[in-house]
């Protein structure tokens, strides 16, 4: 019996392969997705005396794979639209990556990279990450313990001695914000940023702060963490921190597009940082604010290709192992917060930490979105925001790259939502729309629902015949009618009420539309 068919593969952009099938004869091109090759591999065709019978399997199993195609399409379709409509009415400014079992389904960039010259952005425009940096950080850190140059358990005074607790205070605890060092960027003298300091300036400098907690016993975000294990892996390696990211990690992860940001030098496809005010877009760029001096807190760019590789190179065998990578996304701020509570149990300092910090790894946080298992980080510096998921349960993955000061989480939560089936409806322009103040009463109550993961209440009233919402900690917030039964939020936020009635003419559900984003609520009174 011989075989009646042969595939040759060839590897593809965007995790597309081109399956040749061989008949003897012709070559035929099939196109397929890392998920529909193992389909097709698996089977294996022969002769067999009903030939028609195989005809029409292969035939059937090509059809069944093009449906697989086309549905995959409608996601880009449906994805791409919806991020033309954010550049187009709710100021987008950036590139996009959205992948789905190892294929790229969204990789494009919108708006614009530099307003003074008109330039587009595009999936390989370089933005700075900022706090991005610290994932990257933490696997040097980790890499080194692999190599058996330093433990997670080692001190601070090990390394650069002189610190007032710098025998209690561990890599640990610099990699989990744990260490009580204060953050510089909250400090008087760094009102101005840091433009000529050096390293060793600035370790001399910090040594003489206090610490704002004991070491261990609390949770407190700290650039200057992140700062001491730049120097840190420096010490260990032997070598630059720029040079050891780059031979160690960027290398081996094929990201050529990735690096140190510097702002005297030539760097192809550099974004330009915005900044939306009342006024206007302006340029966010500060001649005072240098990102290479924040060194392994924030100093690097990327593209949202760049860091796509990262992701697979991270979630593979080429930079960490699995036992490293499992302490990279392990939530360490349970046990902090467990720790604190039994040393005060009583609450007498009266500060609770914010359950945020509960899902903090090293340089990751590590919770869930929408019932979904999720590792994500983010980053903002001026000009420039970003943000990045991953779903490890459903193999899905979202990278945002802003070069504006916008959330870019309002944009990722969405894109995740639609990946996973939410409703939606597409951005647009909202106007304003007289209507007849008597009507806002109908609305008026208080309104109960879930966004996302978490439950919100909010009071809806009418004062001196506008409609406003209020919600605990924070001001009260007119809503602008748009038609008779939908407002909109009157701060430049993409938030919209449309009222329900029912079959008897009553208000009692409304929808709440985030980014695009349905969320129902219902009137508890």
Not at 149 to 168: Q, S
Not at 307 to 326: F, V
Not at 336 to 360: C, H, R
Request: hydrophobic share 35%; charged share 25%.
């Amino acid at each position: 019996m011989r075989k009646l068919f042969s595939f040759m593969h060839t590897s593809l952009d965007g995790g597309l392969k081109k399956i040749e099938r061989n008949t003897g004869k012709h070559l035929y091109p099939v196109y397929l997705s890392a998920q529909q090759e193992k389909i097709i591999i698996s089977v294996t065709l022969k002769i067999h005396p009903m030939r028609r019978t195989i005809i029409l399997t292969f035939t059937f199993l090509i059809f069944s794979l093009g449906r697989l195609t086309l549905g995959q399409n409608d996601l880009t379709n449906r994805l791409d639209h919806y991020m033309k409509a954010q550049a187009d009415f709710n100021n987008f400014s950036g590139a996009v990556l959205v992948a789905r079992n190892d294929s790229i389904i969204l990789n494009n960039g919108y708006g614009l990279a530099n307003r003074e010259w008109n330039l587009q952005n595009t999936a390989g425009t370089k933005f700075s990450i900022a706090s991005n940096t610290k994932q990257f950080t933490a696997a040097c850190i980790l890499r080194l313990e692999e190599d058996g140059k330093l433990k997670l358990n080692d001190t601070l005074g090990k390394y650069l001695p002189g610190f007032e607790y710098g025998d209690t205070v561990t890599l640990h605890m610099l990699l989990t914000h744990s260490s009580g060092v204060q953050d510089y960027f909250h400090l008087k003298e760094f009102d101005i940023r840091p433009t000529v300091i050096t390293k060793d300036s600035m370790v001399a400098f910090m040594k003489t702060k206090l610490f704002d907690f004991l070491p261990g016993s609390d949770l407190n975000y700290s650039n200057t963490n992140y700062f001491l294990l730049g120097l840190i892996i420096e010490k260990v390696s032997g070598d630059s921190f720029e040079n050891y990211l780059k031979e160690q990690i960027l290398k081996p992860a094929g990201m050529m597009n990735t690096g140190i940001v510097r702002y005297d030098t030539i760097l192809q496809n550099r974004a330009s940082g915005y900044r939306i005010t009342p006024d206007g877009t302006v340029n966010a760029f500060n001649e005072a604010y240098r990102s290479d001096l924040m060194f392994g807190c924030g100093s690097m760019f990327s593209t949202v290709e760049d860091m796509y590789k990262w992701d697979r190179a991270l979630n593979g065998n080429s930079i960490l192992t699995e036992a490293s990578r499992k302490k990279m996304y392990y939530p360490y701020g349970f046990s902090i917060a467990q720790a604190k509570n039994s040393a005060d149990p009583a609450n007498t300092m009266g500060e609770v930490m914010d359950p945020f910090w509960y899902n903090l790894g090293y340089g990751v946080w590590a919770d869930s979105f929408m019932t979904h298992r999720r590792i994500f980080s983010r980053g903002g510096t001026s000009g420039f925001h970003s943000t990045i998921y991953r779903f490890i349960d459903d193999n899905c993955y979202v990278a945002v790259l802003q070069n504006n000061e916008e959330n870019p989480d309002r944009i990722a939560e969405a894109l995740s939502a639609i990946i996973f089936g939410t409703d939606f409806t597409q951005p647009y322009k909202h106007e304003p729309y007289k209507l007849n103040p008597e009507i806002l009463k109908r609305y008026t109550g208080i309104w109960a629902g879930n966004i996302y993961d978490d439950k919100w209440t909010i009071e809806i009233f009418v004062s001196d015949g506008k409609l406003y919402r209020r919600t605990e900690g924070f001001p009260d917030l007119e809503l602008i009618p748009e038609s008779e039964t939908k407002f909109y939020y009157s701060d430049r936020q993409d938030k919209v009420f449309e009222f329900v009635p029912n079959e008897k003419g009553e208000i009692t559900q409304a929808w709440f539309i985030i980014n695009g984003i349905k969320f129902r609520r219902d009137r508890i009174r």
